[in-house]
């Protein structure tokens, strides 16, 4: 069973916005760190964003820039990645992740959970 399962991607034009979903388990939901990373072709994976309970307590890789946002429901048990005026370079397989902490999400090495991943493509 596959403990993070992401949805959403998809071919989206430059300037548009996508929305990316990851569900998990009620244990997991409740006990980890959810976030975001991404790999770009020929790139490593790297971190995107995440968010511990609330609004307040939320990380954002440096080249976000105010772009995207990253929520929580906890009747859904589910974590979404908002992205807005999107570019070329954000095309990349999008990773849901959960980690122990809201530092420890930043290190890849450190997650201890990973969904399948979610194409988005951003091209006109």
Not at 27 to 35: A, E, L, S
Not at 36 to 58: C, D, H, I, L, Y
Not at 64 to 91: C, H, W
Request: glycine share 12%.
């Amino acid at each position: 069973q596959v403990p993070l399962v992401a949805s959403g991607g998809g071919l989206v034009q430059p300037g548009g916005s996508v929305r990316l979903s990851c569900a998990t388990s009620g244990h997991i939901y409740g006990t980890y760190v959810m976030g975001w990373f991404r790999q770009a072709p020929g790139k490593e994976r790297e971190f995107v964003a995440a968010m511990r309970w609330s609004a307040g307590n939320t990380a954002y890789g440096d080249f976000v820039k105010g772009r995207f946002t990253i929520s929580r429901d906890g009747a859904k048990n589910t974590v979404y990645l908002q992205m807005t005026n999107l570019k070329p370079e954000d095309t990349a397989v999008y990773y849901c992740a959960a980690a122990p902490t809201i530092e420890s999400i930043r290190i890849e090495a450190q997650v201890t959970y990973w969904g399948q991943g979610t194409q988005v493509t951003v091209s006109s």
